[in-house]
């Protein structure tokens, strides 16, 4: 019997997704567990799989969806079943021509456009309807009157004769631009005008007034007229992605809710450097001795640095920690988060047990993870359960700066780069090099001895970085 495939949570904070590719079509099999499309969370792009076995008979939303939670998005049964009624139930199906945003069921204001009674029975056509007498003046106040009062060619978007397919979002950015999208033909599936489809719009047909807002129209100041009139460049509008928004909400949480404050020091990292130096020719050697024709595993700064916060916070286990309304959660687990810059933000997959991996094989596991983050592949469980962060910039030559927390963590250590600057060794100002970090402390966990307490014994392992290794 067909069933109706809803969109399954695909990861713990889902609440929607953009359905980015079908990998199934109308009339193929399909077998539990088989790839049926990927969807972008608010995590990554997931894999949405099938629980059962039958035939794909109905596509209800198309490439590039967004869909909500437990909307339906298939119809699954045997060959040749009739599911129109499923079709019907499940809000009379977009089909695979329009996404879901689109085949919202119809505003109420199309409906009081039937005439009334007196008149019906004399109308055909709504061309006959334009034509004939007046009707009866319509009620103050009604809907159809509230809708052409509104004007602005919004109610004309989704008259019969010329439908827009186009999100909410384009809509109104299409409004704000002065942009008609009566009659747009748009590139996205079945037509649909997406949000890259307005700068050859707006260069292509006459635009109206700029509207705010409110809807009502944006007056352009005394001078002259037309979009580019002023000398700026139009922007380039980038949809949020489901990523960013939740980067968003996300961060603006941290800093609106947790109160954090900041610890600076500054690092000799003349020994580290020269460490790393002495573990990479070490690998290399070992490598060649071997005869193996892989690339020798290499140690970063960044690597040495996880496995010197692993250790401190061994050492000092209240920086591990959480707030709760009802209590603090000192972590017996140290599972570090390791920020990764992706095209559409940041995120933080965790190396597990940090403090009980070798430097080496902490290094490869990053490199893995940072990968699979950048092609959007990791999973969620990879990204969730973290117990402190790092933050690392240096490498984008940045010397000193301070990262928002990275909720419920209780802190995050900011990273610059190695500063090559006069140092002062034995008495003497010589060549050095030197390593900011910043601390950022939720203050309802971490107070500003423990946090002290914390970069101390951190300092300590990266000034005499062979404590790193033998622990």
Known sequence: MAKILDMPKLSPTMEEGVLTAWHKKEGDEVNVDDLLAEVETDKATMEFRAFDKGVLLKLLVADGAEVKLGQPVAILGKAGEDVAAL?????????????AAAAAPAPAAEKPAAPPPAAAATVEAPQQAQAAPPAAPREKGSLLDRTEREGNGRSRAH?????????????RAARERGIDLQGAQGSGPGGRVVAQDLDSLASSRPTAAPQGA???????????????????????????????????????????????FYLTIDVDVEKLVAFREQINAELEAAAKKAKTEEKPAKVSVNDLLVKACAVALARVPECNAQFTPEAILVHKRIDISVAVAVPEGLVTPV?????????????SEVREL???????????????????????????????????????????????KVREEPVVRDGQVVAGKKLAMTLSCDHRVVDGAVGAAFLAELRSLLEHPMRIVTG
């Open 159 to 171: 008259a019969p004769q010329g439908r827009i397919f186009a999100s909410p979002y384009v809509r």
């Open 214 to 260: 409110n809807g009502h129209a944006v007056h352009a100041p005394a001078g002259p007229a037309g979009p580019g009139a002023s000398g700026y460049a139009e922007p380039e509008v980038r949809p949020l992605s489901m990523m960013r928004k939740t980067i968003a909400r996300r961060l603006s949480e941290s800093k609106k809710n947790v109160p954090h």
């Open 87 to 99: 079709v019907a139930q499940a809000g009379g199906g977009a089909g695979a021509s329009a996404p």
């Open 351 to 363: 190396v597990r047990n940090a403090d009980q991996k070798s430097v080496v094989a902490i290094g």
């Open 370 to 416: 940072a990968g699979r983050a950048k092609a959007k592949k990791l999973k969620a469980e990879e990204m969730q359960d973290g117990t402190f962060s790092i933050s690392n910039l240096g490498m984008f030559g940045i010397d000193n700066f301070a990262a928002v927390i990275n909720p419920p963590e209780g802190a995050i250590l900011a990273v610059g």
